[in-house]
């Protein structure tokens, strides 16, 4: 996507880092008077009140937009530290595909993710990528033995074949996919698996970088994304730098869920 093809936020339009994957990279705003942005550009253009819809419109058209090296939030209360643990006995549910918000009423538009400035590196992956095709891809690459498996033989069988399977039942096959996926495969294969699921779905699980915030769309009727905690390798004992994340809705104070 061509920078010149995105809206305008004000005076201020997006400088677009070379990319052909899922969504958007953003370095920076530029101005036609050669200004300087705001260090925290992210809340100070793109989410500020005058702007945001249009942001949010444009992460619902695209799926991902990642913001890189914006200052750090003018309001850190504003976000939730990102919760879950992992371990190599067992993976947690962050480390399957999932909308955030899913154990709730309703799934937030649009999910935030952030890699605050920190000392810490962080160097476990965050994958996004479209959804269904991430329940595709989790359907295809499940091992010989469990595509038989009662819960999932079924909706293997359709999406093997090249067909569609029933929107309102999207959740429920994905949720009775993960089950089988738990029972059956240790936490090494099963991450194993997942890391195929990533590649088949065409995930974006590019390092993060200090000062990164990751727009993801939620819950929508156009480019709705999943996520997931993605390792590389097997989860070691080295510190692992913090995420953190928010909700931001439509509201002018851009009120944050409680997660």
Known sequence: MLAEDLPSFGPW????????????????????????A???????????????????????????????????????DAYQDVRGRSSRGRLSQGEYYHHDGCSGPSNPRVVEIRCPYQDVERHTRTAVAPFP??????????????RQQADVAGSYA???????????????????????????????????????????????R????????RFI??????????????YLEPPGSRPCGQLIKRWPDDLPDLAVEKL
């Open 38 to 76: 705001p260090g925290d550009y992210v809340n100070e253009v793109l989410a500020a009140p005058e702007h945001r819809d249009r942001f949010f419109d444009l992460v619902d058209r695209v799926g991902l937009v990642a913001c890189r090296h914006s200052a750090n939030a003018r309001d850190p």
């Open 13 to 36: 339009r997006l400088r677009l880092a070379a990319w052909s994957g899922v969504g958007i990279i953003v370095d920076g705003l530029t101005h036609a008077d050669d200004l300087i």
């Open 133 to 146: 095709e991430t329940l595709h891809a989790m359907l295809l690459e499940l091992p010989a033995a469990l």
């Open 217 to 230: 769309a939620n819950a929508n009727p156009g480019r709705t994304m999943q996520h997931r905690r993605a």
């Open 158 to 204: 359709v999406v093997a074949a090249g067909k569609t399977l029933p929107i309102d039942q999207l959740d429920k096959i994905q949720g009775a996919v993960i089950r089988t996926v738990r029972r059956a495969l240790s936490a090494e294969d099963a991450r194993a698996y997942l890391r195929a699921v990533d590649i088949r779905a065409g995930a974006h």
């Open 206 to 213: 590019e390092s993060w970088t200090m000062g990164e915030s």
